[in-house]
């Protein structure tokens, strides 16, 4: 084994890499020598009806905007690696267009052996009696089916190779909460019992199915929080700081490695510890 490449010869996806931690864990994965689909609702050189975009999520527009969509370039800088590399849009949402992205692997790189589910929305802000059932069916449909539809894309698959790793982004909010985003927190603990039942399933067939729940970590879109906001989440970490995307991916990459043959249905917090008792 190469243990400087110590993924080489296997194929990751990763949704939802277009910015953020997805990106981070793309170029992590490629760095550790797997071939990297790098998938995302959002791509350079697609134009997404603006209104359905802003209607569907404020931080998308926001982004898109703002010219701040990265998967073309991310999946340039990992084929850059000396690793295979694809850019595909792949919208969790959509069951046909998972399963033709799923099928366009399998066609170039010979199929998805390490799946990590990043995708999300996390702007459907409200208190109670302002939240609304779209919202909340959103946030569901988002974070909680499209890590279901994507598993299943990849399932047989892995099944048939006996060897399969699937990765979770759930938020340490599965188990805190999240004030005022009700469907986020109930979409990210959702994950959670996906998570340990897929565990439970796929052990007898060589995969491994983890979550990861981090803390708060430094990405664009909470970047976007308030100054105010961003000083009291780091007073109130025992670090005193945010995370970074690249502490996050270093967990990812483990996860997605042999080594970790044993660790199976585990939710990990990446939090700095925030999730202690601080004075
Ligand atoms: N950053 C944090 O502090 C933090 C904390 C806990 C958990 N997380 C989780 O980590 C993941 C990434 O967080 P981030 O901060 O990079 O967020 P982000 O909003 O920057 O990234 C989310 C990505 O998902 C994509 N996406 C949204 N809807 C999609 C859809 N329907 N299909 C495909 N792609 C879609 C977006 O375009 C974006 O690239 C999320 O699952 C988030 O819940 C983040």
């Known amino acids: 084994m190469n243990h400087s490449q110590p993924l080489s010869g296997k194929t990751a996806l990763v949704t939802g890499a277009s910015r953020g931690l997805g990106r981070a864990?793309?170029?992590?994965?490629?760095q550790a020598g797997a071939n990297v689909v790098v998938t995302d609702l959002l791509v350079e050189d697609d134009q997404p009806d603006k209104e359905k975009l802003s209607e569907y999520s404020i931080l998308a527009a926001h982004f898109y905007e703002n010219s701040m969509v990265r998967t073309l370039s991310t999946s340039r800088d990992i084929e850059n690696m000396g690793v295979g590399s694809m850019a595909l849009k792949m919208d969790v949402t959509d069951e046909d267009n998972i399963?033709?992205?799923v099928a366009q692997v399998e066609d170039t790189l010979g199929g998805v052996d390490i799946l990590v589910n990043n995708?999300?929305?996390?702007?459907?802000?409200g208190l109670m009696e302002n939240q609304s059932l779209k919202t909340w069916e959103r946030d569901l449909r988002v974070n909680l089916t499209g890590t279901f539809?994507?598993?299943h894309a990849v399932w047989a698959g892995m099944k048939r190779n006996k060897w399969g790793r699937i990765i979770n982004m759930s938020s340490f909010t599965a188990e805190?909460?999240?004030?005022?985003?009700?469907?986020?927190a109930a979409?990210?603990?959702g994950m959670l019992g996906l998570t340990r039942t897929?565990?439970?399933?796929?052990?007898?067939?060589?995969?491994?199915?983890n979550a990861v729940m981090p803390g708060f970590i430094a990405t664009e879109a909470i970047d976007l929080y308030s100054p105010d906001m961003k000083e009291r989440i780091c007073k109130r970490n025992p670090m005193k700081r945010m995370g970074t995307p690249d502490e996050v991916a270093s967990l990812v990459c483990f996860l997605a490695s042999k080594e970790a043959s044993y660790l199976n249905g585990a939710a990990i917090p990446v939090t700095g510890g925030m999730d202690l008792l601080v004075f």
């Open 25 to 30: 864990i793309a170029l992590a994965l490629g």
């Open 119 to 125: 995708a999300a929305v996390m702007d459907g802000l």
């Open 187 to 189: 979409s990210k603990a």
């Open 176 to 184: 805190s909460g999240a004030f005022a985003q009700p469907g986020y």
């Open 149 to 151: 539809l994507c598993t």
């Open 99 to 101: 399963r033709n992205v």
């Open 198 to 209: 897929l565990a439970l399933e796929g052990a007898a067939h060589g995969m491994t199915v």
